[in-house]
């Protein structure tokens, strides 16, 4: 008897899936494990920080989770960015700057809507340092956004104003990037914000689902799905990068 090894069967699954007309998520699910990262790929670490997790003033549920799995994926990868958000204690997207107006509120400014969050991540606090157990000590670069008053900063790449770049694009250029993978906090946030950015700075991007969490804000998860796959962002799980 001939023994089909798994990597045999989704190799043949996957010839047959893509000449059946199988659809594409379907078909990068059968390639699982098979995503190799190199020189040109980097991993982007978008805001796992105390305030994300639970405890902190804008706890993601399960922020904390992901902390061993992110650790984990980052050995795969030869570059790694870790970002920040460090904002002013009188940020503009505090509700608390803005009289009567509460956490989740929106209005709008200058630059468009804002929601309106509770303090969190105020530069040199323990709630903007990273959380605990993360462990990454390869990462070449940290990106700290959001530091100025009057705009948000959502993105890795630029902040709400669509404007003012972080540095991160040019960074990554220089470095050879062709494609990054996201994972991180909050999915349907900066997560979600980054991964469309880097798609209109050229990278490829794919968002690690498992390695992330939702706020889920009115419905908002699910439009960043949509947005991201309208965009070209991958969905995947941390099982189809090799070696991760």
Not at 3 to 15: D, M, Q, Y
Not at 118 to 147: N, S
Not at 212 to 229: F, P, T
Request: hydrophobic share 45%; glycine share 12%.
């Amino acid at each position: 008897m001939t023994t089909i090894t798994r990597r045999r069967f989704l190799i043949g699954a996957g010839a047959m899936a893509a000449a059946a007309g199988m659809p594409l998520a379907l078909r990068d699910a059968l390639a699982a494990g098979n995503m190799k990262v190199g020189e040109g790929d980097a991993l982007l670490v978008i805001d796992v920080q105390n305030c994300f997790v639970p405890g902190g003033s804008l706890a993601v549920k399960g922020g904390d989770e992901i902390v061993p799995l992110i650790n984990r994926i980052a050995k795969a990868f030869r570059n790694v960015v870790l970002t920040q958000d460090w904002h002013t204690a009188d940020h503009v997207s505090f509700a608390s700057q803005h009289g009567g107006k509460k956490p989740y509120e929106s209005i709008k400014l200058g630059y468009g809507s804002q929601v309106l969050w509770p303090d969190h991540c105020v530069q040199g606090t323990d709630g903007a340092e990273l959380a605990p157990g993360i462990e990454i000590p390869h990462a070449q670069l940290i990106i700290r956004k959001g530091f100025h008053r009057e705009v948000d900063s959502y993105s890795a790449f630029l902040e709400a104003d669509r404007k003012t770049q972080t540095g991160l694009a040019g960074y990554l250029k220089g470095r050879n990037i062709k494609r990054v993978f996201l994972c991180g906090l909050a999915t349907d946030y900066c997560v979600a914000w980054s991964a469309l950015d880097a798609r209109k700075f050229g990278f490829q991007a794919a968002v690690i689902e498992d390695a992330s969490r939702g706020i889920d804000l009115n419905g908002s998860l699910s439009a960043a799905w949509k947005d991201m796959a309208k965009a070209g962002v991958k969905r995947i799980q941390s099982a189809d990068i090799a070696g991760a």
